[in-house]
């Protein structure tokens, strides 16, 4: 008998080809020999495929800040921060906990009037949150690449500024990055006790109802009035104005948006007030990113019109036949009621009844903070982030450092920052940069292997399995259960598991899609099977009958549009989209969490 | 359910039409269960009650002076051996004597008014309040697909004779139990000939969760489950989303059908086709616990119910009706409280505290609420 368990961090052997991956990353992101001795698991929920040097800033950043707020600004009691390691171009995680009674108990006393005060003014401090988000995000808006003339503007002269732009490349730069970090401090600021609140009333209901599914605890927490929900609606009241400006026949179903913008300024008054319309909705709904904000290629609509405009003919068309859905708010909230209030009776006690009023209470406080905060930094600011990122790449392209803008991302934060110091001397000495002839080669050898890596599939854990591991944020978050757990020791040959995240089964045609740019290839009737899904895929789940994703839980985007839709779906399967192919017959079983090719 | 033919009612402290049996000392727990569910509007296959007077007359021609239960009733509690040397003559009398006259009529006439010689079921319905007492009499107890008068006449003896069977009669002597307040009734009802069958929980038998239907299946009739000659399918349903939140399907091997005219249950291997097919569909188990939920309510506690579904209603419509919805399929034979959880007293699940975020700053404060 093979001793079960999972390989040890010093055991995983580099990629053949990929030798070199470690040249990507920074020392401080490397498994050390006492990292054997730890539980680490593959956090494929943020990270699914090998992070391009530049991306690893969305690990660095937000575990500094998570870390920070549960570790020393609020204090937590049981918990320090996130530690996170790359191996082979993957991210794994692990949490470190308080374990000694009397440190536990010393933080605890600073976190009760810490916590305390977060929730007692929850409201008011989440109305600042905004403010302060809205300003980071104006602040990124407005930072500006320096364009490196010939010579300085006069008025550097005769306003005695004194400073040439040259010094506004690192600092420029340097600040995309403090924003950056900022938002992800005010990120996570409200965010853990956001959960710490659904963990208790989950906790709860699976005390109370065994049985209960994650599904359900969600719908009677979850927001009706979500803004995740508001791009699309966007495009659904602009499929709307079409029709109702005369302008409906350019949206024919393959139509590209360049033409059919095109198209519409030359319809005279109708056609510009179509287009005074969308660029209104396009700032800030169509910032939302067809990703989790977690890598530079998840792009958003405005940086690609291709989703919208793959949804917009269908929308239309809905609107002529008077078949467009609508959201039906009412009735959601209805149902919400109905859902609480019948578990509710079946309670036993007054006492119980009262907890769970407050636990569910709590929840619905805090849970405009924890649906919406994600369209604020994950979208809005992150595309904001990744689209100035990108204008640095153009001026290091522009100054033969990078063979193209897009380069950029193949660097680490601190190697960009070398390169505008390369360019800030030789700009300043009157000769071409160095790095024409340093990082070219790099960037090439690191796309080989970013391509080499990601057809490893690394190990869903590692180090020695933990005796107990029923963390219900651990749950909520990663879905790492003790069950999970189980299964990836014990992986299924023909079933995928994942999460239950929308009742119902259903069988039927797989459309397995990589990336949400090609939402234009799923035919009516068909099994969406993709690697996450975020706000912007929302047009397509009124084409599909059913939804499988690789990554998510059961309040992830897929899971809680999939359940609006009353389809089945099931999340966090981990390779769902390796293991179907397009065409597959499939069922999914949205009750008990798992995919089956027929 | 039939209407009372003239002739039971003369005869009613023999025989109950089963909508007319009400106490549980007179009908027994299952015929007063079957009697209120009938009542309550929910379907059960017509049939009477045998009442626990007919056993104390039949039992009074058999043993007029008593000497057979005091016989029973001086064997000591451990003597093994004594127990199952008196049991088996009980059994032997009760099964040979013939029943009294007045007692004999009242049950031909019940099962007269169910039609021409019908299949029947006959079940024992133990009297007893200690149902644990009645669990002694087994599977023995009811008897499938008998047809005829003088079959059912020998089956509602062999339910007698099962008071008398060698565990029952070692638990009463434990008890210091008294013979002659031992009464059994009898049901006998029309047989069904259901597409599936099997049990089902108004609550959780796992977790005791009273939010959820729990319902244990298999194709043909729920003989093969209780004999466990089957692993059933098993579904959970949410009594408030209505989702079904479980389903384990399993290969079900044997299917028990029973053979017309009284030739019994027939036991066959299960047609391929139909082994691993779920025996229930959403809809089907949908209506299951709509009638599970409504029979909770109406007694006002979790209950323990056996079904079945039918291929087309129990009462035939009039006219021809459209296909039979599956809430006009569904029949049930049985349901008790359940009494597994409700023996247990669970803590509460928490209680409230000063200020919500109390809950929240507890759950971070505890040791390993978070790796």
Known sequence: ?598 | VNDSPAGLCQQESFALPLAAAREAATAGGKGASLGELARAGVTVPPGFVVTAGAFTAGLAAIDPDGALRAAVESVPAADIGSIARVAAACRERVTAAPLPPAVASAIESGYAALGDGPDVAVRSSATMEDSSAASFAGLQDTYLGVAGAGPVLDHVRRCWASLYNDESVAYRRRLGMAERDLAMAVVVQRMVRPRAAGVMFTRSPVTGDRSVVAIEGTWGLGSALVAGDVTPDSFVISKITGEITSRRVSAKGRIHSFIPNGRGVSVTDTPAELRERPCLTDDEIRALAAVARAVEAHYGAPQDIEWALLDEPDAPPAEPAPEPSPAERVVLLQSRPETVWAAKTAPPVAAPKPRPADHVLALFGKPASWI
Not at chain 1, 193 to 208: K, N, P, R
Not at chain 1, 242 to 254: K, P, R, S, W
Request: some cysteine.
């Open chain 1, 1 to 598: 008998m093979e001793q079960e368990g999972f390989p040890l961090p010093s055991q995983i052997a580099d990629v053949p080809g990929a030798e070199n991956w470690r040249s990507m990353y920074q020392y401080f992101t490397r498994f050390a020999p006492d990292d054997d001795k730890r539980f680490w698991f593959y956090n494929s929920m943020h990270f699914p495929e090998p992070m391009p040097a530049f991306d690893t800033v969305t690990a660095e950043i937000p575990y500094s800040a998570i870390g920070a707020n549960t570790a020393r600004l609020f204090v937590f009691p049981t918990t320090l921060g996130i530690e996170h390691r790359i191996v082979n171009g993957r991210v794994y995680i692990t949490a470190n906990p308080v374990l000694d009674p009397a440190e536990i108990g010393r933080r605890a006393e600073v976190f009760g009037p810490r916590a305390g005060y977060y929730f007692e003014n929850w409201d008011s401090l989440y109305e600042g949150w905004k403010e302060r988000m809205r300003g980071l995000i104006a602040e990124i808006e407005a930072i500006t690449v320096p364009e490196l003339p010939e010579w300085e503007d006069d008025s550097v002269v005769f306003e005695a500024r004194g400073v040439a732009q040259n010094h506004y490349l690192r600092e420029n730069f340097a600040r995309c990055l403090a924003l950056y970090s900022k938002m992800w401090h005010h990120h996570t600021e409200m965010l853990m006790l956001g959960y710490g609140a659904y963990v208790v009333f989950f906790q709860f209901c699976m005390q109370a109802f065994p049985e209960i599914s994650d599904q359900t605890v969600a719908r009677m927490v979850a927001g009706i009035d979500v803004i995740m929900y508001r791009p699309d609606d966007e495009l659904r009241a602009l499929a709307r104005l079409a029709v109702d400006l005369g302008v409906d026949d350019l949206f024919t179903e393959g139509c590209v948006a360049a033409d059919v913008l095109d198209a519409l300024a030359a319809r005279g008054a109708a056609g510009q007030q179509w287009l005074d319309a969308f660029a209104k909705a396009r700032d800030p709904w169509f910032h939302v990113s067809t990703g989790d904000g977690f890598y530079h290629h998840h792009l958003s609509w405005n940086d690609d019109l291709t989703v919208p405009f793959t949804a917009l003919p269908g929308y239309v068309a809905a609107v002529r036949a008077g078949t467009m859905r609508v959201r039906p708010t009412d009735q959601l909230r209805e149902e919400r009621e109905r859902i609480a209030s019948g578990y509710r009776e079946l309670l036993t006690t007054d006492d119980e009844k009262a907890a769970f009023d407050q636990m569910l209470g709590l929840c619905r406080l805090v849970f405009p903070f924890v649906e919406d905060h994600k369209f604020y930094c994950e979208h809005w600011f992150t595309t904001r982030f990744f689209q100035k990122i990108k204008e640095f790449g153009a001026l290091l392209a522009r100054q033969g450092v990078l063979a193209e803008a897009g380069d950029v991302f193949h660097l680490h934060h601190t190697e960009v920052d070398q390169a505008l110091s390369d360019v800030s001397l030789a700009w300043a000495a009157g000769t071409p940069p160095l790095g024409g002839a340093h990082f070219p080669p790099i960037i090439a050898e690191r796309k080989r292997m970013l391509k080499v890596l990601r057809d490893w599939s690394p190990p869903p854990a590692l180090g020695p399995v933990p005796e107990a591991l029923n963390d219900p944020a651990v749950r909520m978050l990663w879905g790492v259960t003790q069950e999970r757990i189980e299964s990836w020791l014990h992986p299924s040959t023909e079933e995928m598991r994942g999460v239950a995240a929308s009742a119902g089964v259903v069988e039927g045609v797989a459309r397995v899609l990589q990336d949400v740019n090609e939402i234009g290839e799923i035919r009516e009737g068909e099994i969406l099977v993709c690697p996450v899904t975020a706000p912007s895929w929302a047009p397509v789940f009124g084409k599909i009958k059913a939804a499988v994703s690789d990554i998510g839980g059961a309040m992830s985007h897929a899971a809680i549009v999939a359940r609006e839709y009353g389809m089945p779906a099931v999340v966090g399967t981990g390779d769902a989209t390796k293991r179907i192919r397009t065409g597959d017959r499939i069922r999914v079983d949205g009750d008990r969490g798992t995919v089956r090719v027929l």
